[in-house]
């Protein structure tokens, strides 16, 4: 059986605008966007979100989604 995944990339540190994955945009936090938009197309199995970020895995969570690992710093 084939399973569909996506891995959305979510870096902790960003230099021009801090914490922007996990800022509020109209309601929510960008990632939850992008996370609801993934679930919404029907089009995968998995969603899996790749970050090196507690702060981000925290998030994540709390929208509902799983984080099985984190990623290492070394990789972000």
Do not use: C, W
Not at 26 to 42: E, M, N
């Amino acid at each position: 059986m084939n399973r569909r995944l996506a891995v959305i990339p979510a870096r902790g540190g960003s230099k021009r605008v801090p914490d922007k994955n996990i800022r509020d945009f109209y309601g929510k936090p960008i990632i939850g966007h992008v996370l609801q938009t993934a679930r919404d197309s029907g089009l995968f199995d998995v969603i899996h979100v790749s970050t090196d970020s507690e702060k981000v895995a925290s998030v994540v969570e709390r929208l509902g989604y799983a984080i099985e690992f984190m990623r290492p710093p070394e990789l972000a």
